[in-house]
């Protein structure tokens, strides 16, 4: 069986992934993936309607459930000021990070 | 016979009536914990200690003193005179997914392993209102993903009570092992593809996976957003009654929490069950697995002993007076995983992205040129292969020009999946059943290092229980006695949406029929060890 997601498509999922792989990792990462997709191929063997709906959850949301939505009002947090605190690397109440690379659109 | 190995309902039962304290109970778990749990599972744990694969390793944190202090005011306010709530003095165990305040919230997870929870959990908070005690953050597969336990970044992981050299299933595995050991009578969950449920099953346990929305996910670290389901597990069906009461109902922090009314579930627990239908699958006595060397799908009856597991507790269930209604059609269970495979890897990759080194948890100490090398360096050196593998896949089967392929057909597949079950549970429909009776899992308990690393069979261990997930409808696992080799077997009763009282009744005639049988005195190894040891 031919492998689907062949050593250049994986490193070009890798870079949209933000991550970065060791050879042996991306090896088994790689033909992890390629054994999943077996699996999923099993889907294709279901006869399929053409206008058979999509479910995006089980259960159907009824307006008699459905809880209604918030009124969009600004509120202070209480543990705001536990937040930044957890940033790996702060100042002043803001965040720091490295230099930001810039593209010309 | 401990404290801590009362049900919760006794528990809080003897604290209401001052038979006992809600700081005695707590000691008493804190030294079960000390006897059984040997050392909690940690990032880079070193050389393994002896008493590693005797012990449980159900925690990550204990927090003791922030219990001590809970169970302190539980007595206060009984001294006083006060309200005591429905789980008062009653320990309990939250698997380390959710954020409890002031708490480390891990997920399993290097990358956030220094993350401090800063608010709790919706169902957290609503069960240390009802009195109960929270006794610390038990391990899980990392951020869920795996039905073993192994796969966590914080080792030891944990082991089966029953027999220490097998898994105690997952990912859940932390909170149904607490339960089984007595380390604590409750523990909250969660089941995105049958994480509350085979872990029950696995360690002879109860475990509720409430309906989609029954129960809020607010404080929930998220993986499959359209699946999660917080639940309980529990010694008992009517503790997991007990806690689906103070659990469920709508919150306005989650916008899925749904207004459907939570019934008192342990008021009618134990009505008669005498005409409730309840259905038997062919589909659900044989299992689909891929072979990954030859890509070919294989089909074979699952072991005599589980088949005779459900088919007895079939008849069990006709004593009492349910109706057993045979070869009810779910042509579509076996699509259940491959529809996983994409739905929750979609799902999980776009709840991954929030993890950068940026605004909490782990940062890569390396110096970086820029923002995109702290990110894939942050996020290469913070997540374990199970979440890469997630993110890899989620990203492939959503990409624009495979997504029709793929994600679109993944979700119609659900559909299909869905109307399985609306069809059996129609009122008007051929079958009307009230429930569905299933094994919950194919196989029992596992050896520690059989299945993991082979990340389409570990998945295929969840075949009977992801249906319900796809479905959204309610299910659970109940201790049904043991295979050949000791290990508990589970049996699953699946309903329709928001019939977890029906469910729980059924539960509860079940163990009523079956309170006499021998297998039900069998206490966990573990625990025979121990008294043994005390002796």
């Known amino acids: ?105 | 016979m401990e404290l801590c190995d009362l049900t919760a309902t006794e528990i809080a039962s003897k604290v209401h009536r001052k038979e006992t304290s809600a700081s005695e109970v707590l000691e008493s778990a804190l030294k079960r914990i000390a006897a059984v749990d040997g050392r909690s599972g940690r990032l880079d744990p070193g050389a393994p200690d002896p008493s590693d694969p005797t012990s449980i390793h159900a925690f990550i944190t204990l927090t003791a003193e922030r219990a001590r202090s809970q169970a302190r005011q539980v007595d206060q306010k009984l001294a006083a005179g006060e309200d005591l709530g429905p789980l008062a003095g009653v320990p309990f165990t939250v698997k380390d997914i959710y954020c409890v305040q002031g708490t480390p919230s891990t997920a399993a997870s290097r990358i956030l392993a220094n993350f401090v929870a800063p608010y709790t959990a919706t169902p957290v908070k609503r069960m240390e209102a009802a009195g109960g005690v929270m006794l610390g953050k038990v391990n899980l597969d990392e951020f869920t993903y795996g039905s073993s336990n192994e796969s966590s970044a914080f080792q030891p992981s944990t082991r089966n009570p029953w027999d220490t050299s097998r898994v105690p299933g997952g990912s859940s595995g932390g909170c149904a092992a607490a339960v089984a050991a007595g380390e604590g009578a409750l523990s909250l969950g969660t089941d995105t593809a049958g994480s509350i449920r085979q872990p029950a099953a696995f360690c002879g346990v109860i475990g509720v996976k409430p309906t989609y929305g029954r129960v809020s996910r607010y404080g929930l670290i998220a993986f499959g957003s359209s699946l999660d389901c917080p639940g309980p597990l529990a010694r008992n069906v009517t503790d997991a009654a007990l806690m689906m009461n103070i659990i469920a109902g709508a919150d306005p922090h989650d916008s899925t929490a749904a207004r459907a009314p939570s019934p008192d579930y342990t008021s009618r627990l134990e009505e008669s069950i005498r005409g409730l239908r309840v259905g038997l699958s062919p589909e659900y006595f044989r299992i689909t697995y891929l072979d990954a060397q030859t890509g070919e799908l294989h089909q074979q009856p699952i072991t005599a002993e589980i088949e005779n597991a459900v088919l007895r507790a079939a008849g069990r269930l006709a004593e009492m007076g349910a109706d057993i209604v045979e070869n009810v059609p779910m042509p579509h269970t076996r699509y259940g995983i491959p529809v996983y495979f994409v739905i929750s890897r979609v799902e999980a990759a776009s709840n991954l992205h929030r993890y950068d080194g940026v605004k909490y948890g782990y940062r890569t100490p390396e110096k970086v040129k820029d923002l995109q090398e702290l990110y894939r360096k942050t996020r290469a050196q913070g997540f374990g292969p199970q979440p890469k593998l997630r993110i890899l896949m989620g990203m492939y089967v959503s990409a624009a020009q495979y997504s029709e392929q793929y994600y679109r057909r993944a979700l119609q597949v659900r559909t299909l999946i869905r109307q399985d079950f609306d069809q059996a549970f129609d009122r008007q429909g051929k079958h009307k059943l009230d429930a569905l009776l299933t094994p919950t899992t194919p196989t029992t308990a596992f050896p520690i290092g059989d299945v993991y690393g082979d990340s389409v069979l570990m998945q295929y261990a969840d075949q009977f229980t992801v249906p319900a997930n796809h479905a959204g409808i309610p299910g659970i696992s109940l201790p049904a006695g043991f295979d050949s080799s000791g290990l508990p077997t589970g049996i699953q009763l699946l309903g329709a949406d928001f019939a977890e009282e029906t469910l729980l009744r059924l539960g509860r005639a079940y163990e009523i029929a079956t309170a006499g049988d021998a297998w039900r005195k069998i206490r966990p190894q573990i625990l025979e060890n121990e008294s043994a040891h005390l002796r």
Request: proline share 12%; glycine share 4%; charged share 25%.
């Open chain 1, 1 to 105: 069986m031919t492998e689907t997601i062949t050593p250049e498509l994986f490193n070009h999922l890798v870079q949209l992934a933000a991550l970065e792989l060791s050879p042996e990792e991306a090896e088994y990462l790689r033909a992890e993936l390629n054994n999943q997709l077996k699996a999923i191929h099993d889907l294709e063997a279901i006869p399929l309607a053409k206008d058979t709906p999509v479910t995006s959850h089980g259960v159907p949301y009824s307006p008699e459930i459905t809880p209604p939505l918030r009124s969009d009002e600004w509120k202070a947090d209480p543990a705001g000021g536990d937040i930044i605190p957890q940033a790996p690397e702060s100042e002043n109440g803001y965040i720091i990070v490295p230099d930001i690379p810039h593209v010309d659109l």
